[in-house]
């Protein structure tokens, strides 16, 4: 990994390098490693994630060494430089039509793909169903057992490349028509309602105790999450801006399901 990570550096900074066999050779086995999951954008450590930022670099100068080409899917024809995502039947990935995963991405083996998008650099673990409609942006780093509903707007990032990428961990609910996009993480276990809008910048406040506590980029774990506004002056005078409020905590439970379906229910939430 050194090597490669070594060559690509050089390459980053040295754009005539690609020019080179043995740099587009390296550049295309990162790319094919993040495909089978052995390298990822961004990686869980006990200190926190980590981004691996020539990871990043790889995909980034992946689209300059790929050519424009016909792409063939059945009935329908695509023109681009990133092929699809094929084999899923040996990976063990449920895949219904018309789902579009690019290579580069990783599915894993037990995860559901409904008609919906998944971006080269993403990463979507086990057990997860991307739901109808759905898109998974580049990079975006998906856990286990997560549930991305109808319509849901996962953001991708590759520049800045010091960006973390969209994360939501294991066993998050994310509710239809969900906006999360600009690095925000999702912890494991979250639950946000339908509709909730999350960017680096929206306010994400705590209303279950007697003082609203305000916090950004982070959902806390089992937190249940609704859209929510305050009052914000400007000039031309005082308008409702859109945040989200955390109203409660998912409770623990064996069988998260019937953790998420209480959650829901207790606190009146749309999914």
């Avoid at 998906?142 to 800045?160: D, Q, R, Y």
């Avoid at 969900?178 to 925000?184: A, P, R, S």
Wanted: with cysteine.
């Amino acid at each position: 990994m050194k090597d490669l990570q070594n060559i690509i550096e050089q390459a980053w900074d040295d754009r005539s390098l690609l020019q080179n066999e043995a740099t587009q050779n390296a550049i295309r086995t990162v790319i094919a490693k993040l495909d089978a999951g052995v390298l990822r954008v961004a990686s869980p450590t006990a200190d926190g994630w980590i981004v691996n930022t020539w990871v990043k670099k790889a995909v980034v100068l992946y689209f300059p060494i790929q050519k424009m080409e016909v792409l063939e899917a059945g009935i329908f024809e695509y023109y681009d430089k990133i092929p699809l995502k094929r084999g899923y039947e040996a990976k063990g990935v449920r895949v219904v039509p018309h789902a579009v995963a690019r290579y580069g991405s990783y599915i894993a083996s037990g995860a559901i793909l409904m008609p919906s998008y998944v971006n080269i650099g993403a990463y979507v673990s086990s057990g997860t169903m991307v739901d109808t409609w759905a898109t998974v942006g580049s990079c975006a780093q998906i856990g286990a057992n997560v549930h991305l509903s109808g319509g849901v707007g996962i953001g991708g990032v590759l520049e800045p490349l010091q960006a973390a990428p969209v994360i939501i961990e294991d066993n998050a609910f994310v509710g239809s028509r969900c906006i999360v996009v600009e690095g925000v993480r999702v912890e494991t276990e979250a639950v946000l309602g339908a509709n909730v809008v999350l960017t680096a910048s929206t306010k994400i406040i705590d209303v279950t105790g007697n003082v609203p506590i305000e916090t950004k980029g982070v959902v806390p774990a089992r937190s249940v999450v609704i859209p929510g506004s305050y009052t914000k002056s400007f000039p031309a005078g005082d308008f409702q801006v859109p945040c989200a409020l955390i109203i409660g905590t998912r409770k623990e439970s064996t069988n998260k399901k019937t953790s998420l379906n209480d959650a829901l229910r207790e606190y009146n939430v749309s999914a």
